[in-house]
């Protein structure tokens, strides 16, 4: 009788731990599929993609500005943009180029929920970020209006942010607010879209900030730096170095065709 009892519990114990099994595959699927593809990959930890997607995946390791991050087809140090315009952060980081794999599986983070995306997304930008040896006091994101966030149900550079500080041991703080959203037209240029941003974001109220703290300010994609421009404006003056990071740098240009990607709206 009691070993019948006992074949019975452990048949129990044995379908719960089944079930738990499959419910953390479900929450952590990225521990055994390439992230980009989806296909099985032999070690995940060591890297979260396949062999096929390495060749074609679009690392941000070429010529490049040395403030935004941004590629750069001449022989220049600094781009267009940033010698025109003024920026309040130190220097951008950007494992990525904002094209192809890369923008498909961002846009599958961010539109499809794939939450545990983020935790593989924010690694890259632990590397890239580490190897700069900098050290950061705490990070912070850009933030999203309360209702966008209750729409999505979560704020992807918030979540990459909490990954990110997981990874280099770093406090997350949340500095800032957005007050409102503004869908900015494609073609409009820097100074629009400055203009445009203009009171969308604030400093979040009773947040303090010392003037030793040097400060990295996480967002998903960088396209115009017209957000984490005016982001790290607000608090240039109060810190004492703002850094930016995000998954991937997006190349700007104006859109002509329909093939070319669409610049993504703040
Ligand atoms: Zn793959
Ligand atoms: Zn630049």
């Given at each position: ?14 379908f ?5 099994q ?20 032999p ?46 952060f ?50 912070s ?31 997350v ?24 941003i ?17 400060v ?51």
């Open positions: 009788m009691e070993k019948e009892k006992m074949r019975k519990s452990n048949k129990i114990g044995l719960f731990k089944k079930c738990g499959s419910f953390m595959n479900l929450l952590f699927p990225e521990d055994i599929k390439c992230l980009f593809c989806g296909s099985d990959i070690n995940f930890d060591d890297k979260p993609y396949c062999d096929e997607c390495e060749k074609v995946l679009p690392f941000n390791d070429g010529h490049r500005c040395l403030i935004c991050d941004e590629p750069i087809d001449n022989e220049a140090n600094v781009c267009d943009s940033c010698q025109k315009n003024k920026r309040f130190v220097k951008a980081f950007c494992p990525f180029v904002y094209k192809g794999l890369v923008r498909k599986a961002i846009l599958n983070y961010k539109d499809k929920n794939k939450r545990y995306m983020a935790k593989s997304f924010a690694k890259f930008i632990a590397n890239t970020v580490t190897k700069t040896g900098i050290k950061f006091d705490y990070i994101f850009v933030p999203m209006t309360k209702k966008k966030e209750k729409e999505r149900s979560f704020n992807q550079s918030k979540l990459l942010a909490k990954e990110l500080g997981k990874l280099l041991e770093l406090e703080k949340e500095v800032f607010e957005k007050t409102k959203d503004g869908r900015l037209q494609k073609n409009s240029t820097f100074k629009e879209r400055q203009e445009n203009v009171g969308m974001y604030k400093l979040k109220d009773g947040v303090k900030l010392k003037n030793s703290d040097v990295l300010i996480v967002d998903d994609i960088i396209t115009t730096c017209a957000t984490i421009n005016y982001c790290s404006g607000l608090i240039v003056n109060k810190v004492a170095g703002v850094y930016v990071a995000a998954i991937a740098r997006n190349k700007l240009r104006i859109v002509k065709d329909n093939k070319s990607d669409p610049l993504v709206p703040f």
